[in-house]
Each structure stands twice: as C-alpha cells, then as structure tokens.
C-alpha cells in the first residue's frame, strides 16, 4: 500500500540544527507508516551536511517520536519508494557497500 505523498521540501529542526526533509520514502504497512528520509541541514552546527532519519508516521499522518520496525512485509514498499528518492537511495547503497 502506498503512502500518502508529504509535501517536499519541508523544514525539520533538530537540536543541533535545522533545514529540510528533501527526499523521502515511505510505505503503509499494516499498523503504520515506515519512512526514511533524507535531511538537508541548512543552519546550525550541521549546515551544509546531510542525515538519514528512520522514522515512521500513523496512518492518520502523525510523526511517531518512537525507534521505527520495519516488518519483513514492508521491505519490498519500501524499496520500491527509495526509486522515486535518488539521492537517498544513493546515500543507503553506501550501508552495503565494502
């Protein structure tokens, strides 16, 4: 099931400083919405870099302040919403390779 698409960019602030979700993907599993984000910091100590978030949404839309899990059935949604976040994408194959 596909997510709801999320207005991009959007901002985000961190303690260490702020900036834009600029890609994401996410899938709608079962009980929520698993998403991975790609973080652009444009103020602060981290201006200039980029994060990964691991994140999740409810399915009514609320970002979930909790450590996300990933079923074995929401593996294949989200690959397939990391085609459509490039740049992410890129960022993650790095995790695989030696």
């Given at each position: 099931?596909?997510?709801?698409?999320?207005?991009?960019?959007?901002?985000?602030?961190?303690p260490w400083g702020s900036g834009v979700v600029a890609e994401e993907?996410?899938?709608?599993?079962?009980?929520?919405?698993?998403?991975?984000?790609?973080?652009?910091?444009?103020d602060g100590d981290a201006v200039g870099t980029v994060s990964v978030?691991?994140?999740?949404?409810?399915?009514?839309?609320?970002?979930?302040?909790?450590?996300?899990?990933?079923?074995?059935?929401?593996?294949?949604?989200?690959?397939?919403?990391?085609?459509?976040?490039?740049?992410?994408?890129?960022?993650?194959?790095?995790?695989?390779?030696?």
């Amino acid at each position: 099931m596909a997510a709801p698409a999320r207005k991009l960019p959007r901002p985000f602030t961190m303690p260490w400083g702020s900036g834009v979700v600029a890609e994401e993907a996410s899938y709608g599993g079962e009980w929520h919405q698993p998403c991975i984000q790609l973080l652009e910091y444009m103020d602060g100590d981290a201006v200039g870099t980029v994060s990964v978030r691991f994140c999740s949404y409810t399915h009514d839309g609320r970002f979930q302040r909790n450590p996300l899990m990933v079923g074995e059935d929401d593996i294949e949604g989200l690959r397939e919403a990391l085609q459509g976040a490039p740049r992410l994408r890129n960022l993650l194959r790095r995790l695989l390779e030696e």
